[in-house]
């Protein structure tokens, strides 16, 4: 079965700061997507950004971007910019055609 | 994209009892799916909700206890079943089409009592 793994529980970061949240996934396929989602306190699963695995691009989509390493089977999340509605858990998620997620890496943004 | 009303937000039951959670997406979706997600932690797929058919559950859920429907390709439906204080949890509902992201209801805040 494929995992994902998320090594950091918890991450802070101060406000206006970059922050990078690291993610990896076990797969032996090569055609998947990647995703990383945004869960605030009210629950509501975001999604913040995806990544086709075919595409050597990585993607971005305005203070967020990420670092798509398909050999190293390593998807982490770059947050610029950082600001207080960001703190949120963060989970990474992987798709063949069911979803994987990640165990969440908790952000806190410092004022 | 697809916006995805869950309801309810919230209750609190008595052991013993059922709950059933209904999902309802705003447009036709492929996949459906359910998942239970302790706070803090990830989530765990419970089944795939299959229209026109039975759903398929993951190891460790079973269709007596989780009884699932899905009439159509924008709604499903969850029950919890005979419930004790261990299935107190949140419940997500979620909707997808193959090869895209998918979208989340705004989860159910379960307690059992």
């Known amino acids: 079965a494929q995992t994902v793994t998320q090594s950091q529980p918890e991450m802070s970061v101060q406000e206006a700061e970059t922050v990078t949240l690291s993610c990896t996934y076990d797969?032996?396929?090569?055609?998947?997507?990647l995703f990383w989602y945004k869960q605030p306190p009210s629950r509501q699963m975001i999604l913040v950004i995806r990544q086709e695995a075919y595409k050597q691009q990585n993607a971005t989509e305005n203070r967020f971007s990420v670092n798509f390493q398909k050999a190293a089977k390593s998807f982490s999340l770059k947050i610029s910019d950082s600001q207080l509605g960001d703190a949120a858990m963060y989970f990474c998620a992987y798709r063949r055609n069911q979803f994987y997620f990640g165990t969440g890496t908790s952000l806190t943004v410092i004022p | 994209s697809a916006v995805i009303s869950q309801k309810p937000s919230r209750d609190i039951c008595q052991r013993g009892t059922s709950l059933t959670i209904q999902c309802q997406v705003d447009s036709q979706v492929t996949m459906m799916f359910w998942y239970r997600q302790q706070p803090g932690q990830s989530l765990t797929l419970i089944a795939t909700?299959?229209?026109?058919?039975?759903?398929?559950?993951e190891s460790g859920f079973v269709i007596d206890k989780f009884p699932i429907s899905r009439p159509n390709l924008t709604f499903s439906t969850l029950t919890v079943s005979n419930m004790s204080p261990e299935d107190s949890s949140i419940y997500l509902c979620?909707?997808?089409?193959?090869?895209?992201?998918?979208?989340f209801g705004q989860g159910t805040r379960l307690t059992v009592v």
């Open positions: 797969t032996s396929e090569s055609d998947y997507y």
């Open positions: 979620s909707a997808s089409d193959r090869g895209t992201e998918a979208f």
């Open positions: 909700a299959n229209q026109g058919s039975e759903a398929t559950y």
